[in-house]
């Protein structure tokens, strides 16, 4: 009897060639031209080796994307917990800003209502973009909000979600200023 694994191995290398295509094509045609079939020819991969690893675009770019907010954590403890923030959201909004992030972001939303999977996939991002703002605000201190903390999670992430959505407002240094306010208020 064989202990070998079934199938060929994963392939680093094609896996990230995937990743870096998908993102690719998405700066380059948007989200919604990206297909899995222009993902295999532009990572140089068959069909086959990227439908091995995900089901839809939709998966390739959300985990790609969780790559890229990976990257963007909380800034570490300054001891001014004001100046934690304003760098937490001058980086989220500008990285949110950044092509094509942005356009994926609201490609995947779109998708994930007709895709209970990728609709899993992506709270558990947005979740943990939602638990780093709420460890930069909890600097701040437990006691003095007017409002529960994840409520200000919601109100400083909505603004920068429905801005985005409707582009009616920028989303970057402006709207960490405007949410700067809003977040002294709520604090009392």
Do not use: C
Request: hydrophobic share 50%; aromatic share 6%.
């Amino acid at each position: 009897m064989s202990s070998k694994p079934l199938g060929r191995p994963r392939s680093a290398d094609a896996h990230r060639a995937i990743l870096d295509a998908a993102l690719a094509l998405a700066v380059r045609d948007g989200y919604a031209a990206v297909t899995m079939k222009s993902i295999a020819e532009e990572a140089g991969v068959g069909r086959q080796t990227v439908y091995r690893w995900w089901p839809t675009r939709g998966a390739v770019l959300v985990e790609a994307m969780g790559e890229i907010g990976a990257a963007h954590g909380a800034p570490p403890p300054s001891g001014d917990p004001v100046a934690d923030l304003r760098l937490f959201l001058d980086q989220t909004f500008a990285l949110a800003n950044k092509a094509p992030v942005a356009d994926v972001l609201l490609g995947l939303l779109s998708d994930a209502f007709a895709d209970e999977a990728l609709r899993v996939t992506m709270r558990a991002y947005i979740a943990g973009r939602r638990a780093l703002l709420a460890q930069v605000l909890g600097r701040q201190g437990a006691e003095g909000w007017m409002v529960p903390v994840p409520t200000v999670v919601d109100l400083v992430f909505g603004a920068m979600w429905y801005r985005l959505m409707n582009e009616h407002g920028p989303v970057g240094p402006e709207l960490t200023e405007e949410v700067l306010v809003v977040v002294a208020a709520l604090r009392g």
